[in-house]
């Protein structure tokens, strides 16, 4: 069973970049099965996908963020990574990394979430 | 974007309770919807996909129906542990989007 954790910066000043990455274990970010993708909550907003990337180079953001997320793969690490720039304190939120099976579309795995304070 | 809004936005009920929890979406979406159950400082976590589907360990006391653009969860026998707010998501088409949730109390 896949299992995921994501780590990085708790707090982030405005206009600068948010920086998250997530490890896998008990799978592997080349296989191929999943979507690696990042999700955030807030009381303000509710749950957002934010997107995800698959297979080492492909894709898919959603378009409220498209001009400023970009989403990676470490293959030698097992991660994948999320920056978010030029942030504002409407990015304060907990980020989830989340797996989404190629063949059953879901968000089926969940890392315990990271909560990013956007402040000066 | 596909607009999702569940109802009600909150709920009471006792224990053995059924209760059924709404979502709607601004157009069809054949049966691409998924449940979540998200618990006080937990991950969503999730109970049903392509509407109907349970996920392998959720209890069967969890049941999704729908498709098109109307949607229903239903606990059938409501437990102490159901105490959550749960979350539909769409995923027929990108941006994937999510309902507002609907928190359940349990009495």
């Known amino acids: 069973q896949v299992q995921l954790q994501e780590s990085g910066a708790g707090r982030v000043k405005p206009s600068e970049t948010l920086s998250l990455t997530c490890t896998v274990s008990?799978?592997?970010?080349?296989?191929?099965?999943?979507?690696w993708s990042w999700i955030r909550q807030s009381p303000e907003r509710g749950l957002e996908w934010i997107g995800y990337?698959?297979?080492?180079?492909?894709?898919n953001y959603n378009p409220s963020f498209e001009s400023r997320v970009s989403i990676s793969v470490d293959t030698s690490r097992n991660q994948f990574s999320l920056r978010l720039t030029s942030v504002t304190a409407a990015d304060t939120a907990v980020y989830y990394c989340?797996?989404?099976?190629?063949?059953?579309?879901?968000?089926?795995?969940w890392g315990q979430g990271t909560l990013v304070t956007v402040s000066s | 974007a596909i607009q999702m809004t569940q109802s009600p936005s909150s709920l009471s009920a006792s224990v053995g309770d059924r209760v059924t929890i709404t979502c709607r979406a601004s157009?069809?979406?054949?049966?691409?919807l998924n449940w979540y159950q998200q618990k006080p400082g937990e991950a969503p976590k999730l109970l049903i996909y392509?509407?109907?589907n349970l996920q392998p360990g959720v209890p069967s006391r969890f049941r999704g129906n729908g498709a098109g653009t109307d949607f229903t969860l239903t606990i059938s026998r409501l437990q102490p542990e159901d105490l959550a707010t749960y979350y539909c998501?769409?995923?027929?088409?990108?941006?994937?989007?999510f309902g507002q949730g609907t928190k359940v109390e349990v009495q």
């Open positions: 989340a797996t989404d099976p190629i063949d059953q579309r879901s968000f089926d795995v």
């Open positions: 008990g799978g592997s970010v080349s296989s191929g099965d999943y979507y």
């Open positions: 990337i698959y297979d080492r180079g492909s894709s």
């Open positions: 157009q069809g979406i054949r049966n691409d």
């Open positions: 392509a509407s109907f």
């Open positions: 998501l769409q995923d027929h088409h990108y941006p994937r989007t």
